[in-house]
């Protein structure tokens, strides 16, 4: 069984920053795909990065392009997304996913929400 658990999360001031976290087990990092992904209330969960091993590429929305990074930890079995110069609209709760990697893109990832593991979420608000 595969588990997800994210950390991180919490209120920052516009123009902060927030290193989110997500701790796996019963995962390995060889052939994968990661991806964090966000939904606010009443709004559809959407793809903010995502990252394929096996094809080598990397997704970020446009509106985090520039501010957020993805980035894993293999030794320690850990994602992240470091998330720099926050806006309001990017107050949500924030989700990490894994997959193993069968050579699909990292976009296909992040735009079809296929991942057969996810985690439980964290709040991240952003005050003005």
């Known amino acids: 069984e595969v588990q997800l658990v994210e950390s991180g999360g919490g209120l920052v001031q516009a123009g902060g920053s927030l290193r989110l976290s997500c701790a796996a087990s019963g995962f390995t990092f060889d052939d994968y795909a990661i991806g964090w992904f966000r939904q606010a209330p009443g709004k559809e969960r959407e793809g903010v990065s995502c990252f394929s091993s096996s094809v080598g590429t990397t997704y970020y929305a446009e509106s985090v392009k520039g501010r957020f990074t993805i980035s894993s930890d293999n030794a320690n079995h850990t994602v992240y997304l470091q998330m720099n110069s926050l806006k309001p609209e990017d107050t949500a709760v924030y989700y990490c996913?894994?997959?193993?990697?069968?050579?699909?893109?990292?976009?296909?990832?992040?735009?079809?929400?296929?991942?057969?593991?996810w985690g439980q979420g964290t709040q991240v608000t952003v005050s003005s």
């Open positions: 996913a894994a997959d193993r990697d069968t050579y699909f893109s990292a976009s296909y990832y992040c735009l079809t929400l296929d991942f057969g593991s």
